[in-house]
């Protein structure tokens, strides 16, 4: 049975949970694993039941706010979220001595925030036990979608849900939880491999990596190299693309395509290019034109303008063109510590309300950046860090002259179109984070831009408007982006 919330402050408990709600009205029930009510309000789909089994994530309870409205109060105080947000108060007991903890809150437009325990002092609580624990969740009321009914990777849209949920310490893939997970991580389920991509295998993780005589043929004639971004893979970022329009690049390069998986959370680029060459064979010769998405952009960049300085020698390496699509050439401001929770809430929220086939795989990524959160292990995370504006990584790669390889670029200004999800992304991601335009992860500008290296700014680009409505993991759906890329990879 349900029970209302009090919009004046006063505590109110439901079984384990006690909830205050200062300026919130509505009603307030708690749901346990394997009740009929916390299926009928979930409703989520198999694809977060697997990412979440595979996480090694375990429901305690979910926590359901429904008819929820904003009242006006005054005089009363109350914590906030981050950027001094009005919080609901959530506090449940701890998870136990060998547990971490966190709750992923999804509001009634779809926007998905994993929150950490908070002390007094707002820092993340890492401390463990059985004994409460509090969280504090963005207050705001969104509004819902406008196709009624609208459900999302996680589960039903148009009500709050505040799911608790819990992970053991010693994570079942990569042990300890702490900085070095996100490494031990990758080496197990992300590992680094040269593989095939061809019409018939390159949506599938089960292929086998390049061979000798795979190496002869690349040798044969100009190649053409795919570069996955943050949190993927090869066959989840490009998944979008047609069957029709990979053999096309097939025919374009006479066969001579592949793809490079490589770490994109523990690594940064400069150690991901010289794994790249590591893999080559001995007498391996590839002349490449690259397709990147994302952080993968940051790698074709070391590939093609700092190859003579990877080891090992022997190699011969050359980029002619370098198609961009949505890279932080010049960073994203997401990952700085102080910004990184609403990196992994941007990406989490994509996935939600834009899902593909890649949720499952991609959600595990997000996870084992959040077991490191929550525990106050923000370091070990260089894959990440290296797209610090301000950071060691781009300051280095962003000087020197200009190149002989050709720069192309396609970025987007997105602005979703359901009024709750773009509230979020107005008032929290472009007014208080990017202040510029954005595809929710990259600026807009920042792909092509002028950032202090002679190869920069791009001329020859594609910027999408806000009208086209593509977000950071859109863009390879667009007939667009697949023009834009023929043009520019077959011109003379």
């Known amino acids: 049975m349900s029970s209302p919330l009090d919009p004046f402050g006063v505590p109110v408990q ?39 089994a595979l996480a090694g994530l375990e429901t305690q309870l979910s926590v359901e706010i429904t008819g929820t409205a904003e009242v006006a109060v005054s005089g009363i105080s109350t914590r906030s979220a981050g950027f001094d947000e009005p919080a609901i108060e959530l506090v449940v007991p701890g998870a136990g001595d060998d547990w971490g903890q966190v709750v992923v809150a999804v509001d009634e437009a779809g926007v998905v ?21 509090t969280f504090l969740i963005r207050r705001r009321v969104a509004h ?6 609208r459900r999302g990777a996680f589960g039903a849209i148009g009500r709050k849900i505040l799911k608790v949920v819990a992970f053991r310490l010693m994570d079942k893939v990569a042990g300890a939880v702490g900085e070095r997970l996100a490494a031990r991580w990758e080496a197990q389920r992300r590992p680094y491999r040269m593989r095939p991509f061809t019409p018939g295998d390159y949506r599938s993780a089960d292929v086998g990596e390049l061979t000798h ?41 006479n066969g001579r395509v592949f793809a490079f998986d490589h770490f994109t959370l523990s690594d940064d680029p400069a150690r991901n290019a010289e794994r790249f060459v590591e893999l080559m064979p001995a007498d391996a010769r590839v002349d490449l034109d690259i397709v990147c998405h994302s952080r993968g952009g940051l790698l074709a960049r070391q590939l093609a303008e700092r190859a003579a300085g990877l080891p090992p ?32 809430d941007s990406y989490t929220t994509i996935l939600n309300l834009l899902p593909d ?58 602005e979703p179109r359901d009024s709750g999800w773009k509230d979020y992304a107005v008032d929290h ?23 202090g290296s002679g190869r920069f700014p791009i001329q020859a680009r594609h910027v999408f408007s806000q009208d086209d409505a593509v977000a950071h993991t859109t863009f390879f759906e667009q007939a667009t982006t697949r023009a834009k890329m023929i043009e520019w990879l077959t011109a003379s």
Do not use: C
């Open 14 to 52: 439901v079984g384990p949970v006690t909830l205050r709600t200062p300026g919130l009205s509505g009603a307030v029930d708690v749901h346990f694993p394997g009740a009929d009510g916390m299926r009928a309000a979930e409703q989520v789909t198999r694809a977060l039941e697997d990412a979440f």
């Open 113 to 133: 925030t994993w929150n950490f325990a908070r002390d007094d002092r707002n820092r993340i609580e890492t401390t463990r036990g059985p004994q409460p624990r």
């Open 144 to 149: 819902p979608p406008e196709q009624a009914g």
């Open 213 to 253: 005589d795979d190496w002869a043929r690349l040798a044969e004639g100009r190649a053409l190299l795919m570069l996955h971004g943050t949190f993927s893979r090869s066959d989840l970022a490009f998944a979008g693309l047609p069957d029709a329009f990979v053999q096309t690049l097939h025919d374009a390069y």
């Open 313 to 344: 020698e022997g190699r011969h390496l050359r980029v002619g063109r370098v198609v961009f699509v949505a890279v932080p050439n010049a960073g994203t401001t997401l990952v700085d510590t102080k910004y990184m929770n609403d990196f992994i």
């Open 357 to 414: 086939n890649g949720v499952t795989d991609v959600l595990e990524a997000i996870v084992t950046v959040v077991k490191q959160l929550a525990v106050g292990a923000v370091r070990g995370l260089d894959g990440l860090q290296a797209m610090l504006p301000t950071g060691e990584f781009l300051r280095s790669l962003n000087q020197g002259g200009p190149g002989d390889a050709r720069y192309f670029a396609l970025a987007s200004n997105y």
């Open 429 to 451: 991601l472009m007014d208080k984070i990017f202040k510029q335009a954005n595809d929710l992860v990259v600026p807009t500008a920042g792909v092509f831009a002028a950032n």
